[in-house]
């Protein structure tokens, strides 16, 4: 049973576009949202993340989108650029207790950014 | 020198052999992950351990087991390889503590069973 769903699979847009990313969460329990960033070749990289207690957090050219009564987040990447072509993986934890440390990811989605 | 190692990098085993998958970390972290990633699947939690005395299953931990004989060294075993298991596996790791979870990445092994 995936906990975390992600769509879409694939997405692929122009720079300077503003691909969106999505998420669904079902455990009302997870209390920490962070993005990961994969390029190919390499291990993912955490890029950001929010906790419950925010809607919104920037960074950069990244923004999450949390909405806690829907039990979704979002990724959305301003001024898309070739370099920001990766997959994408969104993830939920519980911080408290023994099972702290454990991240469960969403499906991933590869980003295209063409020129 | 990268700060979470894994070795090999790439392996093609035949079906019923035994493998194994190291992991090396000089970050320091006291938390240690397995992961498999398959396409469409995302990143699956194999086995992971809080320390040495401490080694927890995963989501999918059947036909793996794992050793951790250092804080700095955790290995992933096959006993009797599968064609299922072909995959991308990362080992990763964190430290207790921190205000969030972050957790650090290897660059991955690739493991084909034929």
């Known amino acids: 049973q995936q906990q975390v769903k992600q769509s879409p699979q694939s997405l692929i847009v122009q720079k300077g576009g503003i691909p969106i990313i999505n998420c669904a969460y079902e455990?009302?329990?997870?209390?920490?949202f962070p993005w990961y960033q994969q390029f190919p070749g390499k291990g993912p990289a955490l890029l950001i993340a929010?906790?419950?207690?925010?809607s919104e957090k920037k960074e950069g050219r990244f923004t999450i989108s949390f909405n806690k009564s829907a039990k979704q987040f979002s990724l959305h990447i301003m001024d898309s650029q070739p370099g920001d072509s990766a997959t994408y993986f969104c993830?939920?934890?519980?911080?408290?207790?023994?099972?702290?440390?454990?991240?469960?990811f969403g499906e991933g989605t590869q980003l295209t950014v063409n020129p | 020198d990268a700060d979470v190692t894994q070795t090999p990098r790439n392996r093609i085993t035949k079906t019923g052999k035994r493998i194994m998958l190291e992991c090396s970390q000089t970050?320091?972290?006291?938390?240690m992950y397995w992961y498999r990633q398959d396409p469409g699947l995302g990143l699956r939690l194999i086995y992971y351990?809080?320390?040495?005395?401490?080694?927890n299953k995963g989501e999918i931990s059947d036909g793996y087991s794992v050793s951790r004989q250092a804080q700095a060294k955790f290995s992933l075993s096959l006993e009797s390889a599968i064609p299922n298991q072909t995959a991308l596996y990362f080992c990763?790791?964190?430290?207790?503590?921190?205000?969030?979870?972050?957790?650090?990445f290897g660059p991955g092994t690739r493991l084909t069973v034929l």
């Open positions: 990763a790791t964190s430290v207790t503590g921190q205000l969030y979870n972050e957790q650090f």
């Open positions: 455990n009302t329990a997870f209390d920490y």
């Open positions: 929010i906790r419950p207690d925010v």
């Open positions: 993830a939920a934890s519980i911080m408290k207790g023994t099972s702290g440390s454990r991240l469960t």
């Open positions: 970050k320091g972290h006291d938390r």
């Open positions: 351990s809080f320390d040495v005395k401490d080694i």
